[in-house]
C-alpha cells in the first residue's frame, strides 16, 4: 500500500478503520491467550516461566550506572 501523499493517507485511514472493526476479534484472542507472551512469560521457556525481581533491580542499577558514565563523559567533553 502506497504511504505517501493523498493515496497513502487514504490507505492509512482504510488500515485504521479495518483495526478498529476488527477489535472484538482482537478482543477474543486476547481472552484466549490471557496473559502469555507478557512480562516474565515473555519468550522461549522449557519450563514454567519465573519473575526475578532481584535481577530486575540488579540490571536496573547497572544501566543507571551505564548512564551515569556516559553522562559525566558527555559534560567532560
Not at 516474565?40 to 542499577?61: I, L, M, Y
Request: no cysteine; aromatic share 6%.
Amino acid at each position: 500500500r502506497p504511504l505517501m501523499g493523498v493515496a497513502g493517507a487514504g490507505s492509512l485511514v482504510q488500515v485504521v478503520q479495518s483495526a478498529i472493526g476488527n477489535q472484538h476479534r482482537f478482543d477474543e484472542m486476547k481472552a484466549f491467550f490471557g496473559e502469555v507472551g507478557l512480562g516474565p512469560n515473555a519468550g522461549v521457556w522449557e519450563s514454567v516461566p519465573v519473575d526475578r525481581p532481584e535481577f530486575k533491580k540488579e540490571t536496573r542499577r547497572l544501566l543507571e550506572k551505564q548512564i551515569q558514565k556516559r553522562k559525566s563523559e558527555a559534560m567532560g567533553t
